[in-house]
């Protein structure tokens, strides 16, 4: 595969994760145990989404792909390049605490890893985002440690949410078509290194939080090749029904 | 083009573009113009939005350019600068002291990373006190935080330290 080839797939990938679990995290808006939480999940959904938009249209301006509203709602399940961990419901808090905990530590490892980019453009981005993502994970990183330390209720609700969650947050890093020439090109360094750095980043926060890391052991695939979950397509629909109402029109 | 404009004019006017969420203060005094280019057809301006998800960004471009237009009767073209990334030490001292008087607390300067002890005893822009803790780290608009004065007993927002 080419090299832009190959920068287009880890854009589209990037892209979709932050568009999808930006609509899940929009998702507790109205709904947050408490208001500061209601307001922080909505605030990194828009934060995610942004992120999602910045990515899109550097596919439209660099790459040649479409406008960044049509490749967000025209697209087809099979298209989209998310892993599984984004396209999970909500479900309790707990859960969607550590889903935001974890995904927004690979997330941090995977701008930092851009920093240096061949490829300008995620360089530039991946500077602007950076900051930003530092409120990110000091939330996650807060409440992780709180609830843990909250009585054995809490402790055991945090310990099954990351028993669950892990497997599907270990998907985040499938590997792509050809992670090696991105990584010799220096677009980025791959994703098993990712993983590594990511790993290193989380085990200081769990073992704060006395959480025991569940070992690397079915990481779920699939997703960067366009084999998703039966919640996937649903979420699609919610989220494009506006848009395809018109897809011409101006907003 | 009218050859008689000058840079200094075009900020001058810039003078007058106000931020949409905080109305107190300009696009200057927030450190979003990157540069002004007097181009043989038109005028350009730089810009750089504070949050890259910040959606007052058309607003505030489409302000630059009719502001400009009016005032100095040349066309205008506004584009984001993706060379240069906004961080909370471009806000001018004067920007800070206008936010402070109205109400929301200034962003601490930082030296490239934040760290959230930086935002533990964020000063009360109401009472001055630096009896305050952090009470979420995400507020009513991305670039803000919410902290609980307990000497005044007051809530009150910040403008985040971003780096």
């Given at each position: 595969?080419?090299?832009?080839?190959?920068i287009k797939?880890l854009?589209t990938?990037m892209g979709?994760d932050?568009l999808?679990?930006?609509?899940?995290?929009?998702?507790?808006?109205?709904?947050?145990?408490i208001m500061?939480?209601d307001?922080?999940?909505?605030s990194?959904?828009q934060?995610?989404?942004?992120?999602?938009?910045?990515?899109?249209?550097?596919l439209?301006?660099?790459?040649g792909g479409?406008?960044?509203?049509?490749f967000?709602f025209m697209r087809?399940e099979k298209e989209f390049?998310?892993c599984h961990?984004?396209?999970?419901p909500?479900?309790?808090y707990?859960f969607?605490?550590?889903?935001?905990?974890?995904?927004?530590?690979a997330?941090t490892?995977?701008y930092?890893?851009?920093?240096q980019s061949?490829?300008l453009?995620?360089q530039?981005l991946?500077?602007k985002?950076?900051g930003?993502l530092?409120y990110?994970?000091l939330?996650a990183d807060a409440?992780i440690?709180q609830?843990?330390?909250?009585?054995?209720e809490s402790?055991?609700k945090m310990?099954?949410?990351?028993d669950n969650?892990?497997?599907?947050?270990c998907?985040?890093?499938?590997?792509g078509?050809d992670?090696?020439?991105l990584?010799d090109e220096k677009?980025?360094?791959?994703?098993?290194?990712?993983?590594?750095?990511?790993?290193?980043?989380?085990?200081p926060?769990?073992?704060?939080?006395?959480l025991?890391?569940p070992?690397?052991?079915?990481?779920?695939?699939?997703g960067?090749y366009?084999k998703h979950?039966?919640?996937l397509?649903?979420?699609?629909n919610?989220?494009?029904?506006?848009?395809r109402?018109?897809?011409?029109?101006t907003w | 083009?009218d050859?008689?404009?000058?840079i200094?004019?075009?900020?001058?006017?810039?003078?007058?573009?106000?931020?949409p969420e905080?109305?107190v203060?300009?696009v200057?005094?927030l450190g979003?113009?990157t540069?002004?280019?007097?181009?043989d057809e038109?005028?350009?301006?730089k810009?750089?939005p504070t949050?890259?998800a910040c959606p007052?960004?058309e607003?505030?471009k489409?302000?630059?350019?009719?502001?400009?237009?009016?005032d100095?009767?040349v066309?205008?073209?506004?584009?984001?600068?993706?060379e240069?990334?906004?961080?909370?030490?471009?806000?001018?001292?004067?920007a800070?002291?206008?936010?402070?008087?109205?109400?929301?607390?200034?962003?601490?300067k930082h030296d490239g990373d934040?760290?959230?002890?930086?935002m533990?005893?964020?000063?009360?822009?109401?009472c001055g006190?630096e009896?305050t803790?952090l009470?979420?780290?995400?507020?009513s608009?991305?670039?803000r935080a919410?902290?609980f004065?307990k000497?005044c007993?007051m809530?009150?927002?910040q403008f985040?330290?971003l780096?």
């Amino acid at each position: 595969m080419l090299l832009n080839q190959l920068i287009k797939e880890l854009i589209t990938k990037m892209g979709d994760d932050e568009l999808i679990i930006g609509h899940r995290n929009s998702e507790w808006t109205g709904l947050g145990p408490i208001m500061e939480e209601d307001i922080a999940f909505s605030s990194m959904a828009q934060d995610k989404i942004g992120h999602s938009w910045a990515l899109y249209r550097i596919l439209h301006e660099e790459l040649g792909g479409e406008d960044p509203d049509q490749f967000a709602f025209m697209r087809s399940e099979k298209e989209f390049k998310c892993c599984h961990l984004t396209e999970m419901p909500i479900g309790s808090y707990d859960f969607s605490l550590m889903r935001h905990f974890l995904f927004d530590h690979a997330e941090t490892v995977r701008y930092n890893s851009m920093l240096q980019s061949s490829f300008l453009p995620l360089q530039q981005l991946a500077r602007k985002v950076r900051g930003e993502l530092k409120y990110h994970t000091l939330h996650a990183d807060a409440w992780i440690i709180q609830l843990c330390r909250a009585g054995e209720e809490s402790y055991l609700k945090m310990q099954t949410a990351l028993d669950n969650c892990f497997q599907l947050a270990c998907g985040i890093f499938e590997a792509g078509p050809d992670d090696k020439l991105l990584a010799d090109e220096k677009v980025y360094p791959g994703e098993e290194a990712l993983y590594g750095q990511w790993i290193e980043n989380i085990y200081p926060v769990l073992v704060k939080a006395s959480l025991n890391v569940p070992e690397r052991k079915e990481p779920v695939y699939g997703g960067r090749y366009g084999k998703h979950t039966a919640y996937l397509q649903p979420l699609l629909n919610e989220m494009g029904e506006v848009f395809r109402l018109n897809p011409e029109a101006t907003w | 083009m009218d050859s008689t404009i000058t840079i200094q004019a075009v900020y001058t006017s810039l003078e007058q573009v106000m931020d949409p969420e905080i109305p107190v203060l300009n696009v200057l005094e927030l450190g979003m113009i990157t540069d002004v280019i007097i181009e043989d057809e038109y005028l350009l301006i730089k810009m750089i939005p504070t949050f890259a998800a910040c959606p007052a960004v058309e607003v505030i471009k489409t302000n630059i350019r009719t502001t400009l237009e009016k005032d100095l009767q040349v066309p205008v073209k506004v584009s984001v600068d993706k060379e240069v990334q906004w961080n909370s030490n471009r806000l001018t001292a004067v920007a800070k002291e206008k936010l402070r008087n109205f109400g929301i607390a200034p962003p601490q300067k930082h030296d490239g990373d934040v760290e959230i002890d930086m935002m533990i005893h964020t000063n009360c822009p109401h009472c001055g006190s630096e009896n305050t803790y952090l009470r979420s780290p995400f507020g009513s608009t991305l670039c803000r935080a919410i902290h609980f004065c307990k000497h005044c007993g007051m809530m009150f927002e910040q403008f985040k330290p971003l780096s």
